[in-house]
T-cell receptor, first 117, second 109 residues
Framework: NAGVMQNPRHLVRRRGQEARLRCSPMKGHSHVYWYRQLPEEGLKFMVY????????ESGMPKERFSAEFPKEGPSILRIQQVVRGDSAAYFCASSVQNPFDGNQPQHFGDGTRLSIL | GDSVTQMEGPVTLSEEAFLTINCTYTATGYPSLFWYVQYPGEGLQLLLK?????DKGSNKGFEATYRKETTSFHLEKGSVQVSDSAVYFCALKRRALTFGSGTRLQVQP
């Protein structure tokens, strides 16, 4: 029973390029969350999606960042025209349903480490 | 808004020592509370949780009690091992998780 799968594990981009991060939730999970972890800091919520819908994007930067979770395939976090400050670890988590239910924990992937040259 | 405050690290202990990592939160109502552990180069693993006041979460010798009166959820373990060396995150949950900044634990043999 595979857990949350993220790829790539490491991604290197030059300033101005695009970065695409992928997340396949656990089997049976229809809720996906993206978090960003800057060096030596905790994780910060970015966006919460269900299939084909963005539910909460209050943590997403207003420009250059977008996320989707299509009916088929993984969730994608896309960063356009990357800058040095985008260097971070990006984690995806998934849950079964009812995100307000404390008994439904979020399961995390191993993250994508994005480095901007 | 919601926030979580953890004691700063690193916390350095000898093997078999007693561990406490303090965590307090600010939130309206009664969110669920969690401790996650992150080993180097890996994602977060759920360590334990508590969903209402006075609940005690426990796992692998770690414990934490949801204290409404002090808005705290301190992590404790009676006897740490070298393999417990990791970063520990306290978090509260509404729809998404709000994390503390993490506490690095280093256990020396």
């Amino acid at each position: 029973n595979a857990g949350v799968m993220q790829n790539p594990r490491h991604l290197v981009r030059r300033r101005g390029q695009e970065a695409r991060l992928r997340c396949s939730p656990m089997k049976g999970h229809s809720h996906v969350y993206w978090y960003r972890q800057l060096p030596e800091e905790g994780l910060k919520f970015m966006v919460y999606l269900q299939k084909e819908n963005i539910i909460d994007e209050s943590g997403m930067p207003k420009e250059r960042f977008s996320a989707e979770f299509p009916k088929e395939g993984p969730s994608i976090l896309r960063i356009q025209q990357v800058v040095r400050g985008d260097s971070a670890a990006y984690f995806c988590a998934s849950s079964v349903q009812n995100p307000f239910d404390g008994n439904q924990p979020q399961h995390f992937g191993d993250g994508t480490r994005l480095s901007i040259l | 808004g919601d926030s979580v405050t953890q004691m700063e690290g690193p916390v350095t202990l000898s093997e078999e020592a007693f561990l406490t990592i303090n965590c307090t939160y600010t939130a309206t109502g009664y969110p669920s509370l969690f401790w996650y552990v992150q080993y180097p180069g890996e994602g977060l693993q759920l360590l334990l949780k508590a969903t209402k006041a006075d609940d005690k979460g426990s796992n692998k010798g770690f414990e934490a009690t949801y204290r409404k009166e002090t808005t705290s959820f301190h992590l404790e373990k009676g006897s740490v091992q070298v393999s417990d060396s990791a970063v520990y995150f306290c978090a509260l949950k509404r729809r998404a998780l709000t994390f503390g900044s993490g506490t690095r634990l280093q256990v020396q043999p």
